[in-house]
């Protein structure tokens, strides 16, 4: 079917529109850092340990040792956060080819649960003044007690991994073994007398100060003697894409997300060149998918969300009764629900899609299939009442272009149209309805004032 000239320039509109999104979300991915070799690489983290932290970190490791630094100082301040995430930092800490110095800043801040665990792997740990680090019990998303077996086995692994990585680096093992069993903490003083920690530092410059001339070994077995004291200092601090990843990596979000697109991306089909939903929709699905990079996701969920909108889709065109409506809305609520469910325990419900949102949206999509469904009952019921000969000879607007087959309105409804004749149609014209079909319309071109009735025009003299 030839595409309208119309139809052409909408879609070369909302490829471009696309083109310039999905650009700039590749530029703003960045490069290396850029940072002469031998200085220290600072990466600062504030918050919870998740997914877009795990990413953060390991992004700036790699840019460290690709381009020769001479440490990478993470600055640390999280209450705790996925276990998950925090084995995948541990491991790429623990297997680093660059020094990693883990620095719990600024005053006030925390290295809690997730955070203790981190600093032990690190080859250089240190605190700024009035900082605390411990409590690393493991519990629930909610922040319950992981009871039974299962407790035992996660608090078991907890403390083989924790006292694993303290003798590693020569720290004291049976306490950090304590903050995990007994949630116990300590303030940096304590911490740096116990052996918790290798040094209070005030601020950056004294840190590096102090680690001067320090010795680590590296997982490859290489001793490094760090040269911090006149290193230059890099800042590489989250990109655009990280900040962008910790607003929409929630589970909610994606679901909105999925779902919005699916259905603008029905709207788009059912009425085709408007652009915009068309375009929202790619958009929307895209964001979503990446929401759910960095999100541990159930693919049948997915499936079951985006089959939900293809039974909307097909209620309006099949009889079904409201069978296939009342199919999408079950699919919709599965979906949502199974979304999340490949979630380890310790997720909780944080990593949840919301049970409330689930079934408000299924519940609003469900009366709006239902009301265009009572419509579309009305208007098939509409000729036997009438007799479909009132519509012919009737005056219709186009909607979209008719190249040939397309939508006209008619007193205030949408109807699906073929123009008679091979003829194109713009959106705007008027059209003339000739046979009705059903619900499909068979029109003709209204002609234009001055043509003679055969169709052709008034010749001069």
């Known amino acids: 079917m030839r595409l309208s000239k119309i139809a052409l320039r909408r879609l070369r509109i909302g490829g471009a529109i696309l083109a310039i999104t999905l650009g700039a979300l590749i530029f703003a991915c960045g490069g290396g850092l850029g940072a002469a070799p031998g200085s220290v690489h600072v990466l600062t983290t504030n918050g919870t340990v998740g997914p877009v932290m795990d990413r953060y970190l390991g992004r700036g490791i790699d840019t460290a040792e690709d381009e020769d630094a001479a440490a990478v100082v993470i600055r640390l301040n999280t209450p705790g956060g996925l276990l998950s995430s925090t084995d995948d930092i541990d491991s790429r800490i623990l297997n680093a080819e660059v020094p990693i110095v883990v620095y719990v ?12 665990f981190i600093t032990m792997a690190s080859h250089v740990a240190a605190m700024a003044p ?10 629930g998303g909610g922040g319950e ?12 692994n907890a403390v083989a991994k924790i006292r694993a990585m ?3 680096r020569g720290r004291n093992a049976d306490w950090a073994e304590s903050a995990v069993r007994d949630g116990i903490s300590a303030e940096q003083n304590e911490a740096l007398e116990l052996n918790v920690i290798d040094y209070i530092a005030s601020d950056l410059d004294d840190l590096l100060a102090q680690i001067d001339g320090e010795e680590v070994e590296l997982s490859s077995g290489a001793q490094v003697t760090l040269n911090t004291a006149d290193a230059p200092v890099a800042f590489n601090n989250t990109n655009f894409i990280e900040d962008f990843l910790a607003i929409i990596a929630d589970p909610n979000i994606a679901f909105l997300l999925l779902s919005l697109g699916s259905l ?20 929307a699905l895209l964001l979503g998918f990446f929401a759910l990079s960095v999100l541990p996701f159930s693919w049948a969920g997915v499936a079951l969300i985006l089959f939900a909108f293809m039974l909307f889709g097909l209620e309006l065109f099949v009889t079904s009764g409201g069978v296939l409506g009342i199919g999408g809305v079950f699919a919709l609520v599965l979906g949502g629900l199974l979304l999340m469910s490949d979630n380890p325990p310790e997720f909780g419900a944080d990593f949840e899609v919301s049970r409330w949102l689930v079934f408000s949206l299924a519940a609003v999509l469900g009366a709006m299939v239902l009301f265009v469904l009572a419509n579309i009952i009305r208007i098939r019921k509409a000729p036997v009442a009438v007799g479909v000969e009132t519509m012919i000879g009737k005056q219709a607007v186009v909607r979209t272009a ?10 205030g409804e949408a109807w699906a149209a073929d123009i008679e004749g091979g003829q194109d149609v713009e959106s705007g014209e008027h059209v003339i309805i000739t046979e009705v079909h059903g619900l499909r319309l068979k029109v003709k071109k209204e002609e234009s004032e001055g043509e003679e009735e055969d169709g052709t025009a008034p010749t001069a003299g």
């Open 402 to 411: 008719l190249d040939p087959s397309g939508y006209v309105f008619l007193e």
């Open 264 to 283: 603008a991306i029905f709207i788009e089909i059912i009425n085709f060149g408007a652009i915009f939903p068309g375009v929202f929709g790619v958009i």
């Open 105 to 116: 800043w600024p005053t006030g801040a925390q290295a809690a649960s997730a955070g203790t």
């Open 145 to 156: 007690d992981i009871e039974g077996d299962l407790g035992n086995k996660v608090t078991e």
């Open 130 to 139: 009035s900082t605390v680090i411990g409590s690393a019990t493991p519990v």
């Open 166 to 168: 303290a003798d590693l």
